[in-house]
C-alpha cells in the first residue's frame, strides 16, 4: 500500500467535538498528524465543506475540511 499522506499520523484517543452551524457534535479523535485528523462519532453525520474541530483538553482548536468517509469515521484536513 502507497502513503499518500503528507504526514505520519499518531494514534490518540481523545474526546473531541466538531462545531458546525447549529451545534456541536461529539466525537472521539482516533489519530492525528500534523496536518489531519481522524475522528469517530456515535452515527453517521453530514458535515460541511468547512468546520472546526475542538479539544478542549489539550487547547487544540482547527478550522478543517473533510477528505473521506466510512460508515461513522471521517478523515479530515487541517486548513
Sequence with gaps: MIEKREAQR????KGGIVTVEGGNIP???RNMSSTGAAVDFA???DLPATFTLLIE???FTR???PVWRNERRVGMAFC
Design 27 to 29: 466525537c472521539t479523535v
Design 63 to 65: 478550522r478543517c475540511r
Design 57 to 59: 483538553r489539550d487547547g
Design 43 to 45: 452515527q453517521r453525520v
Design 10 to 13: 499518531f494514534k490518540v484517543l
